[in-house]
């Protein structure tokens, strides 16, 4: 055997029937594509979420509740976190700059930052919200808090 005498097995590769050759052929007339409509015509390409002219599933279900369009989105960060994040990337002010330097926000992030957690460090926080207890405690432990 070699590659030049290589071939399919018998019967597995037979001509494709071609659509549109006449009525005896058994694909003519409409050639597959039943009668009428977007989807027989040339040029046809599907819309996304186009079910055939049936009610779309995005339609179809119920819509529940209320999307507040004007939600802004912190990225949280609790007091335990900045202990671990001063010492770890030797910072002395905590800010948006050096928080999208060391790649833990991005550059459009906004920072807010909770209560969670002890904070011993005395450190400069800038930021762009901040909780009442947090702010306290921040205090208290020497830093100073200033929003952005």
């Known amino acids: ?26 694909k003519g007339g409409t050639s597959t594509k039943g009668n009428k409509g977007i989807q027989q015509r040339a040029g046809y390409a599907s819309k996304r979420g186009f079910e055939g002219g049936q009610m779309p599933i995005q339609r179809r279900m119920p819509k529940r509740g209320f999307i507040n369009n004007n939600r802004e989105e912190y990225k949280i960060f609790n007091l335990g976190q900045i202990d ?58 020497g830093g100073t808090v200033e929003l952005v």
């Open 84 to 141: 671990q994040l001063v010492e770890k990337y030797g910072l002395q002010e905590f800010n948006l700059e050096n928080l999208f330097m060391n790649g833990l926000i991005n550059r459009t992030a906004k920072v807010k930052i909770l209560a969670n957690g002890e904070i011993k460090t005395k450190v400069t926080v800038k930021v762009n919200a901040i909780s009442e207890k947090a702010k306290q405690a921040i205090e208290s432990a």
């Open 1 to 26: 055997m070699n590659l030049h005498s290589l071939q399919p097995a018998q019967g597995a590769v037979h001509k494709e029937k071609r659509l549109g050759r006449g009525e005896a052929s058994g």
